[in-house]
């Protein structure tokens, strides 16, 4: 009986240790928490891709944008397809997480994908009611890169077909005598 109740003692442990706790933050993809913003409260997961800029501000934080939409993960100019908008909220990052990330984002550039953890910040009062993600944990998931856009070879040969063309028309050109 005594094995039995340590057998049980030592399982609840396990459990109780695996499981997520609040502390921990409830992992949500964006567009769920876009849904119903107003639902979240407290500790929160994003992860997702860091695009646009980012605003180092005089008090301590960074500020900028994380998407986890298709295009974090499957950017157009590496064979993606188009699926709708990009879906993204605000995150303000305390500047000593924020060092010595890559570029954020953008059109030839894929921003590091991270997972955040912070206090969702809905309607703010202190900012104005502007609503974002106040980051206390930030992990790279994978560095941001270059995207390269590659040779469109169609668009060289028809650009190679009119300059032999003009020269043609130039050469062939009537004189004045």
């Known amino acids: 009986m005594r094995r039995m109740l340590v057998l049980v003692l030592v399982v609840a442990a396990g459990l109780w240790f695996a499981c997520p706790t609040p502390a921990q933050g409830l992992e949500v993809p964006v567009r769920v928490l876009l849904q ?3 639902a979240f409260e407290g500790e929160i997961t994003l992860e997702g891709e860091l695009v646009g800029d980012y605003g180092f501000r005089s008090d301590g934080w960074v500020w900028t944008q994380l998407n986890d939409d298709s295009y974090a993960t499957e950017p157009l100019l590496e064979g993606g397809s188009l699926t709708g908008s990009n879906i993204g909220v605000g995150v303000r990052i305390p500047e000593e997480l924020a060092e010595g990330l890559d570029p954020p984002g ?3 550039t894929r921003g590091p994908l991270v997972r955040v953890t912070g206090l969702w910040r809905y309607h703010d009062p202190d ?3 502007e ?3 106040e980051v206390q944990q930030l992990v790279v998931v994978e560095p941001g890169r270059e995207i ?3 040779m469109i070879v169609p668009a060289l040969l028809a650009g190679m077909a009119l300059i032999f063309a003009a020269a043609v028309m130039w050469w062939r050109r009537p004189r004045p005598e």
């Open 36 to 38: 119903d913003p107003a």
């Open 106 to 108: 953008g059109y030839r």
């Open 127 to 129: 900012r104005s009611g």
């Open 131 to 133: 609503s974002y993600l």
């Open 148 to 150: 390269g856009e590659g």
